[in-house]
């Protein structure tokens, strides 16, 4: 069946310019993540959803970081007025119910000038 | 101090060898342990898995976790050319949050 899908792919954007990622999760899957995974590190917890519920955003970095996953399925990051340390791969993974293992999709890489 | 400490690596080794990847962990608390691999710009994608001290093994593959240590290690018998990537271990101490280690860059050589 399909994965999880992330888009896009690759976003270059001008240093204070807003961005929206998006995260297509694998259907059924209640839990969804993201992280944040600089070069040459592992990825960094950010935010948790089960179903729309966000559960646990202790690893947003600030307040400028937002997400949301309105019905359930699909969830956006979104990164108002970004800054130059935003630039980053950012990471979705789902799970499925009962399960701790997580399924990752491609990553958006995140370039900001 | 990192809850996770994983040497970065690179390890180098010739096709058909034995390799060792290890990390070790400060919170005697995480109870789930898993390994991923994540090949250039992909995700990473689940290799192992495993709740209890001991041995896990699944192919060439095999995990062992000593909770007593506070180490867990993965194995990887007749390495091939395709195991080049970078491997991460992962920890999860209940619940959902789960914290990655930093990656060991392996390389196979044909």
């Known amino acids: 069946g399909a994965g999880v899908s992330q888009s896009p792919r690759y976003k270059v954007a001008k240093r204070g310019q807003d961005v929206a990622l998006r995260c297509d999760p694998i259907?059924?899957?209640?839990?969804l993540f993201w992280y944040q995974q600089a070069l040459g590190q592992g990825p960094e917890f950010l935010t948790y959803?089960?179903?729309?519920?966000?559960?646990?955003k202790s690893g947003l970095p600030s307040d400028r970081f937002f997400a949301e996953r309105p019905e359930g399925s699909v969830s956006t990051l979104k990164i108002q007025r970004t800054q130059q340390e935003d630039s980053a791969v950012y990471l979705c993974?789902?799970?499925?119910?009962?399960?701790?293992?997580?399924?990752f999709g491609p990553g958006t890489r995140l370039l900001v000038l | 101090q990192k809850e996770v400490e994983q040497d970065p690596g690179p390890l180098s080794v010739p096709e058909g060898a034995i390799v060792s990847l290890n990390c070790t962990y400060s919170?005697?608390?995480?109870?789930?342990f898993m390994w991923y691999r994540q090949y250039s710009r992909k995700g990473p994608e689940l290799l192992m898995y495993t709740y209890s001290s001991g041995n896990k093994e699944d192919g060439r593959f095999t995990a062992q976790v000593d909770k007593s240590s506070k180490y867990i290690s993965l194995f990887i018998r007749d390495s091939q050319p395709s195991d080049s990537a970078t491997y991460l271990c992962?920890?999860?101490?209940?619940?959902?949050?789960?914290?990655f280690g930093a990656g060991t860059r392996l390389f196979v050589k044909a």
């Open positions: 959803f089960q179903n729309e519920a966000q559960l646990d």
């Open positions: 919170n005697s608390a995480f109870q789930y």
């Open positions: 259907s059924g899957h209640v839990s």
């Open positions: 992962a920890m999860i101490r209940g619940g959902f949050k789960t914290i």
């Open positions: 993974a789902s799970s499925p119910p009962r399960e701790e293992t997580q399924y």
